[in-house]
């Protein structure tokens, strides 16, 4: 989920902020949680105007069905698998990731020697992996679209 996340980030920027200028900042982001049950949350947020809700809501639904139809691209997981070994190596040496880890670990009642294989896994970060994923967890089942318009008074001329 945690590359799913990342990969649709890139798609995302690349098509709702670069190509169609809809947007400043967006952002995937996956949550999971084991105990005390099982579940998942996958949301996409951005800021935009109210003329350009329907249209980028659209672009970000197209954005994950060529994920779920075709998976990601090569260049794109390889740019997801650099990034998150680069921001490992750092986080390995600070005490706070540690902490928060070891404690994740426990709570979880998962193996904490996991990181010892974490530059193996992110190997099965695959194009069809993702595909695999994004058919799972964003099969559009559970869709919940949100969103929050300004408030339609009237400004004043003069403020």
Sequence with gaps: MDGLSSVLNIKLIERLREDESGVYGVGARASYSKYPENRYSFTISFGCSPDNVEKLINSALDEIKKIRDNGATQV?????????????????????????????????????????SYKEELKKITPEALKVAANKYL???????????????????NK
């Design 139 to 157: 099969s559009g089942d559970n869709f919940v679209r949100l969103v929050l318009y300004p408030d339609k008074k009237e400004v004043p001329a």
């Design 76 to 116: 794109d997981v390889e740019k997801i698998q650099a990034e998150e070994r680069r921001v490992t190596e750092v986080q390995l040496k600070e005490n706070g990731f540690w902490l928060g880890y070891l404690a994740g670990q426990f709570q979880n009642n998962e193996n904490p020697e996991q990181i010892l």
